[in-house]
């Protein structure tokens, strides 16, 4: 079993759906919550970090962190097509883990007009 | 600011061939790590470097090894090559003592 689990997909809605992405991990050492978007050909786009339970906001993104549940999700509102790539969840765990980064399979996201 | 940098963006080799691959960190970020992508295995964590030295190492044999100079710049070299090292290299920086990885372009090695 990995240890972060995530739908790869895909997944299309219209333009302007509110879209939920999610994870899940096994791991209970993470401690540290990111999500990428990636477009076709491209390196990860960091969008959000959080380190904490609880919700994080920024624009149309917002983040959540459920500790208890083992349990990470990303909203997009108002969904646009520029929006459209695959997005990856990744964690970290503390300590000594450093910089070595757990990604997920990644979620394809079509978003049509 | 400039954004991580990798060359060459796109490579081929046969299979028994060794590479090189560079990256060049955000400036004034001192952690440099590499990931390798594929559709099937999805980003998986190479190694990292952190002023010179090797702090962190995935699962990979040791065919994959890597590099940093003094000027946070590194390389990873991958030996006798083999097809299943086609796949996308990923290089991410980071600042110390923060959290946030940002990723270069990649670069696009397929092995013949």
């Known amino acids: 079993q990995k240890e972060v689990e995530q739908d790869p997909g895909p997944l299309s809605v219209p333009e302007g759906a509110i879209v939920s992405l999610n994870c899940t991990y096994s791991n209970s050492a993470f401690q540290y919550f990111m999500w990428y978007r990636q477009y076709s050909r491209k390196g990860p786009e960091l969008l959000m970090y959080t380190y904490s339970s609880g919700n994080k906001e920024d624009g149309r993104f917002t983040a959540q962190v459920d500790k208890s549940s083992k349990y990470i999700s990303l909203f997009i509102r108002d969904s646009q097509p520029s929006d459209s790539a695959t997005y990856l969840c990744?964690?970290?765990?503390?300590?000594?883990?450093?910089?070595?980064?757990?990604f997920g399979q990644g979620t394809i996201l079509t978003v049509h007009p | 600011k400039a954004g991580v940098t990798q060359t060459p963006r796109y490579l081929i080799k046969t299979r028994g061939q060794q590479v090189t691959l560079s990256c060049s960190p955000i400036?004034?970020?001192?952690?440099v790590s590499w990931y390798q992508q594929t559709p099937g295995q999805g980003l998986q964590f190479l190694f990292e470097y952190f002023s010179e030295t090797q702090r962190n190492k995935g699962n990979f044999p040791g065919r994959f090894s890597g590099r940093q100079f003094s000027n946070s710049r590194s390389e990873m070299n991958v030996s006798t090559l083999e097809l299943g090292d086609s796949a996308l290299y990923l290089c991410?920086?980071?600042?110390?003592?923060?959290?946030?990885?940002?990723f270069g372009p990649g670069t696009r090695l397929t092995v013949l």
């Open positions: 991410a920086s980071k600042a110390g003592g923060r959290n946030e990885q940002f």
């Open positions: 400036s004034g970020h001192r952690s």
């Open positions: 990744a964690m970290r765990a503390g300590g000594t883990s450093y910089g070595k980064l757990t």
